[in-house]
């Protein structure tokens, strides 16, 4: 089913009057500030805020066992912050030309899932490719939350704002499509072949889910080993899984939403074989489905621009902490 709908964010509440409690709170601030910029100036805010890899302690929990992940309370979806732009940046600072920063000369492809033109073309969209172990259909329309906001414009807006943070550590950045190029698609066996071709260090396919209503939460579906017909991962499984497991780590903590409730049995993780984005891939690959865009909690976070680039953050972190390992 095609779906078409607005980019937006959530109606933001009016701001109560001031009353004389916030006034009285309002002389606090300058000394908390300066408090801040203290703490800011000793111990630069903590190692993982600009993507740089995470201490040995959170590595070790982020790649434990699958159902050590948990929600963590201080990380929640905000809504008081507005899209950041269709191109990702942040308000300010501009990212770093790719290959000078500490992913200099690593190359990361991000394959934002589906099209925004893909339900103009059904016909092209429509046509079975060869994924290794069958055929399947070229693409798909994607899902759409209940207010009409597409998973194609979704994972679109999401790829923009990783885009910026893996350039910003110095890490050359390709997209399998940039919505109007090409006008649809690319099919599933084009999109692992861009990874392929490039070399990708990593590859990273993004998604919206679109379940039953109540089921909510995120998972990342990771590579399983198949040897069939051009399908070979059987080098990657294992670099996939650990690609996988540093992303999810680093999801939930940014964004706070939980494993997936109806998939994984709770651990964040899908093991599957009938894809052809990772059945072809030659390099290390996993796709992460952010959340459930038919459930009302988790769509009010994947409408929120201020919530994607927290999921920009914690996925970059996730790859920048896999090209880094030792």
């Known amino acids: 089913m095609s779906y078409v709908g607005p980019d937006f964010d959530p109606p933001q509440p009016r701001r109560p009057r001031r009353g004389p409690l916030t006034v009285a709170l ?15 100036a000793l111990d630069g805010g903590g190692p993982d805020r600009a993507g740089s890899p995470a201490p040995a302690s959170s590595t070790a929990r982020a790649s434990s066992s699958p159902s050590a992940l948990s929600a963590s309370p201080s990380a929640s979806g905000d809504h008081s912050g507005g899209d950041t ?23 990361v492809v991000i394959d934002p899932g589906h099209n925004p033109g893909n339900f103009q073309h ?49 890490a050359t950045v390709k997209l399998t499509h940039d919505g109007e190029d090409p006008a649809w698609g690319p099919c599933v066996d084009e999109r692992a072949r861009i990874g392929n071709e490039a070399h990708a260090d990593a590859a990273i396919s993004l998604h919206a889910d679109g379940s039953a209503p109540g089921n909510r939460g995120f998972h990342v579906i990771l590579p399983g080993s198949v ?24 999801f939930l903590r940014e964004t706070g939403e939980p494993p997936s409730n109806y998939l994984g049995e709770g651990t964040g993780y899908v093991t599957r074989t009938d894809l052809g984005g990772l059945n072809l891939s030659t390099v290390p690959k996993v796709f992460l489905e952010c959340g459930n865009m038919r459930d009302t909690k988790d769509a009010a976070l994947l409408t929120s621009g201020a919530w994607r680039q927290k999921a920009a953050q914690g996925i970059s972190e996730g790859i920048v902490s896999f090209l880094r390992r030792s």
């Open 227 to 250: 040897h069939s017909g051009a399908a070979d991962t059987r080098g990657i499984v294992g670099p996939s899984h650990d690609l996988g497991v540093r992303v999810a780590g680093k």
């Open 122 to 170: 059904a016909a092209e969209i429509n046509r079975a490719v060869d994924i290794g172990t069958n055929r399947k259909e070229c693409d798909t329309t994607g899902t759409s939350t209940n207010d009409g906001y597409t998973e194609a414009r979704f994972t679109l807006d999401l790829a923009h704002r990783l885009r910026t943070l893996l350039q910003q550590q110095g």
């Open 26 to 40: 309002a002389a606090l601030v300058p000394g908390a500030l300066l408090g801040w910029v203290v703490y800011e």
């Open 85 to 107: 732009g269709a191109d990702g940046k942040r308000p300010t600072g501009a990212p770093t030309a790719a290959g000078s920063g500490p992913l200099k000369g690593k190359v």
